[in-house]
């Protein structure tokens, strides 16, 4: 994060802004609306501040700039369009500890203006830090569209009640779903069409009708993260994870995703390496089960989707057991997000009429298969857990009648910047990874598909978006904060 982002009160406080044209005209309005003091210093001044000078409503001196303007200010923005001068308030600002905005110059900046979404008291700001401002602009002119224009009727609605709710709800997080159903429910639509007076009785209402105690069952929801990139999360996977109180989550889930979980909730990390499971199964079941009988919602978080080979059944039979409550949201599967970023279609009209997912997991050093099914012709396999018995794969199916010249494919951590495709054949691939020593998890293809790579690649994992990546989750991490606590 190159700059901090905070909310600034400057009611009452005496700001100035240098320069006298239709920029500083514009700085002269933000400030203004925000309860700002102004004061202009410039030799001349355009019509809109002249007309604000003459009803009273901004201080200014007219001249050249002076270091005694800055006396006593909270504040200074810089818009003239003399370098000189711009720095010169830039310099006297910054020794005197005073915030100051250059415009459009973000080196001499201590701060920097971002694109505003208005919905007071609700105000979204988006910056890039002064590099690219219209790429800023663009950011708000998409949450424009996303925030009702009601927003901000709806933050003080909630401000009124705020109290109330805390003095029947004294359980934070029965407090937090209250809040959760009335801003997400008829509540806030009555809000937005104009129905103000509907949407405070039906608020009273609402809160009578509640008890206040904890909930007795909370719910769990078994939740497929995908294989990597955020961005193939599923809506309802994303809306789950953001109102979880608590999320139990493995090795395979990528931090990406477990970023976008809900920030105050518990997080538990169940371990589940392979070989070393840190918590054995039995209890990751019966904790998922006591956390929800607890009253909490439980997001029980899974690398691609639950019901492929991700022990998901297992969870569920224990939930049902126990009569907890569940819903699950499928995931994409490693073999799917694997092949679609590699480019190897899993199935072709020329190449391949089935495919099949198998586990690759060695049990006592061998891999039980059906090899003679894995080894029919027109066919995909995919194994999954399948590095360490590569070379007993790969031998069992040319022993089994694959030829020795099959195409197969390892890949490394699908879908994230750290993605790597060795590419060979059944008789080659084995020597290829371990030289190259992949990191996991990684996924082996085998098949005719596998040569469809060379052409059909197109994913270009890079470092600098993992830069970026952790870039931006630190950064929304430090902007959004809880409004209902
Ligand atoms: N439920 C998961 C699979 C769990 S088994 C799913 O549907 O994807 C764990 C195995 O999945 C790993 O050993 C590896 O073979 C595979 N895997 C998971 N994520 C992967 C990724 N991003 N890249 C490659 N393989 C992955």
Redesign the pocket.
């Known amino acids: 994060m190159d700059f901090f982002p905070i909310f600034l009160n400057i009611k009452g406080r005496s700001c100035l802004v240098v320069g006298g044209g239709e920029v500083a005209a514009r700085k002269v309005a933000l400030l203004r609306e925000a309860g700002g003091h102004v004061t202009v210093v410039a030799p001349q001044l355009g019509p809109k501040l002249r007309e604000l000078v003459a009803r009273g409503e901004i201080h200014c001196r007219l001249g050249q700039f002076e270091p005694a303007d800055l006396d006593e200010r909270h504040l200074a923005i810089a818009a003239t369009n003399e370098g000189e001068v711009n720095a010169q308030v830039a310099a006297e600002a910054t020794e005197r500890r005073i915030p100051v905005n250059v415009v459009d110059q973000p080196k001499l900046c201590s701060f920097v203006v971002p694109s505003i979404i208005d919905r007071s008291p609700i105000v979204a700001a988006v910056s890039s830090g002064g590099t690219a401002p219209v790429l800023a602009r663009l950011l708000r002119a998409r949450l424009e569209t996303l925030i009702p224009a009601a927003y901000g009727r709806l933050a003080r609605l909630a401000a009124d009640f705020r109290q109330e709710v805390k003095d029947k709800f004294q359980h934070a997080p029965n407090r937090r779903m209250f809040w959760e159903r009335v801003l997400q429910g008829p509540v806030a639509e009555m809000v937005f069409a104009g129905q103000e007076k509907a949407a405070r009785d039906a608020l009273t209402a609402t809160l009578a009708s509640e008890s206040g105690e904890p909930r007795k069952m909370g719910e769990v929801y078994l939740v497929?993260g995908g294989?990597?990139d955020p961005d193939l999360l599923t809506f309802r996977a994303l809306r789950l994870m953001q109102q979880a109180d608590v999320v139990v989550y493995d090795r395979?889930v990528?931090k990406a995703v477990l970023d976008l979980v809900r920030r105050d909730a518990e997080r538990l990390y169940v371990g589940k390496e392979?070989d070393n499971h840190a918590m054995p199964q039995e209890d990751i079941n019966q904790l998922l089960a006591r956390l929800a009988r607890e009253g909490k919602r439980v997001v029980r978080l899974?690398?691609?989707?639950?019901f492929?080979?991700?022990r998901g059944g297992e969870e569920i039979e224990t939930l049902t057991q126990e009569g907890v409550p569940f819903q699950v949201v499928p995931?994409i599967?490693?073999?799917s997000?694997?092949a679609s970023y590699a480019g190897i279609p899993l199935t072709h009209r020329d190449h391949a009429q089935s495919c099949v997912f198998v586990?690759g997991h060695l049990k006592d050093g061998t891999v039980n298969l059906n090899w003679s099914m894995l080894a029919q012709p027109q066919q995909t396999v995919v194994?999954?857990?399948?590095?360490k018995g590569l070379a007993t794969i790969c031998r069992q199916l040319v022993a089994h009648g694959v030829s020795p010249h099959m195409p197969a494919a390892l890949?490394?951590?699908?879908?994230?910047w750290r993605?790597r495709v060795l590419v060979g054949t059944v008789t080659t691939l084995p020597t290829l990874v371990e030289k190259a020593k992949p990191k996991?998890?990684?996924?082996i293809i085998v098949g005719e598909v596998v040569k469809l790579h060379e052409k059909l690649a197109w994913f270009e994992p890079h470092e600098t978006f993992a830069n970026q990546a952790e870039h931006e989750s630190a950064e929304e991490k430090a902007v959004s904060g809880s409004v209902t606590g």
């Not at 996991?440 to 996924?443: H, S």
């Open positions: 497929g294989p990597g395979l990528a392979r899974k690398g691609g989707d639950p492929i080979f991700g995931g599967t490693a073999a997000g694997s586990t194994f999954y857990m399948g590095l890949v490394q951590q699908a879908t994230t993605q996991p998890p990684t996924l």
